[in-house]
T-cell receptor
Framework: DSGVTQTPKHLITATGQRVTLRCSPRSGDLSVYWYQQSLDQGLQFLIQYYNGEERAKGNILERFSAQQFPDLHSELNLSSLELGDSALYFC?????????????FGQGTRLTVV | AQSVTQLGSHVSVSEGALVLLRCNYSSSVPPYLFWYVQYPNQGLQLLLKYTSAATLVKGINGFEAEFKKSETSFHLTKPSAHMSDAAEYFCAVTYSGGYQKVTFGTGTKLQVIP
């Protein structure tokens, strides 16, 4: 158990809909990362937050957004969903957010868009 | 900019044979390097990490990796493959200073043949 909790574990929704994925980082971790993993794209970094502020942005679509709340949990919002958004979405947390500390991964949310 | 390249998206070895998974990094400053393992339908789990201490790093499940600055490599090895080692392995890099994100390679799927 990595200590990172993601909910829900599975999500099935229709095209055009909006969903919210939730992540609770390990106790004491200030940094949260979001990743998308699909068969054709592999593991893609989406976005990083550190103590409530956005710190790094990767291949995140404009239809997607994220935030980190004062209690450090994070949410990833996916809107106007398309079939191609079907993937595993991972949240990871790190210590202080500085390097040298590895990322600890949650079990992921499997999103299926039908 | 930092990056890692994993040579070989699929590697097959016989049970009991040497496992060698290759990773080369690119970083303009001294890197911190990681190897993660992902079993089917699970999150990524840290195998080992290099953070500028000993160049030969021992991890869990009998894996180890050697940091070679002259070759910009961080290859993962295990003397004798076990069936339970079948999984996908990711190399990752970050570096010191600031709120640096961890960059992952494209992954190598290891197949162990009985």
């Amino acid at each position: 158990d990595s200590g990172v909790t993601q909910t829900p574990k599975h999500l099935i929704t229709a095209t055009g809909q909006r969903v919210t994925l939730r992540c609770s980082p390990r106790s004491g971790d200030l940094s949260v990362y979001w990743y998308q993993q699909s068969l054709d794209q592999g593991l893609q970094f989406l976005i990083q937050y550190y103590n409530g502020e956005e710190r790094a942005k990767g291949n995140i679509l404009e239809r997607f957004s994220a935030q980190q709340f004062p209690d450090l949990h994070s949410e990833l919002n996916l809107s106007s969903l398309e079939l191609g958004d079907s993937a595993l979405y991972f949240c990871a947390s790190g210590g202080t957010g500085y390097s040298g500390t590895e990322a600890f991964f949650g079990q992921g949310t499997r999103l299926t868009v039908v | 900019a930092q990056s890692v390249t994993q040579l070989g998206s699929h590697v097959s070895v016989s049970e009991g044979a040497l496992v060698l998974l290759r990773c080369n990094y690119s970083s303009s400053v001294p890197p911190y390097l990681f190897w993660y393992v992902q079993y089917p339908n699970q999150g990524l789990q840290l195998l080992l990490k290099y953070t500028s201490a000993a160049t030969l790093v021992k991890g869990i499940n009998g894996f180890e990796a050697e940091f070679k600055k002259s070759e910009t490599s961080f290859h993962l090895t295990k003397p004798s493959a076990h069936m339970s080692d079948a999984a996908e392995y990711f190399c990752a890099v970050t570096y010191s200073g600031g709120y640096q994100k961890v960059t992952f390679g494209t992954g190598t799927k290891l197949q162990v043949i009985p």
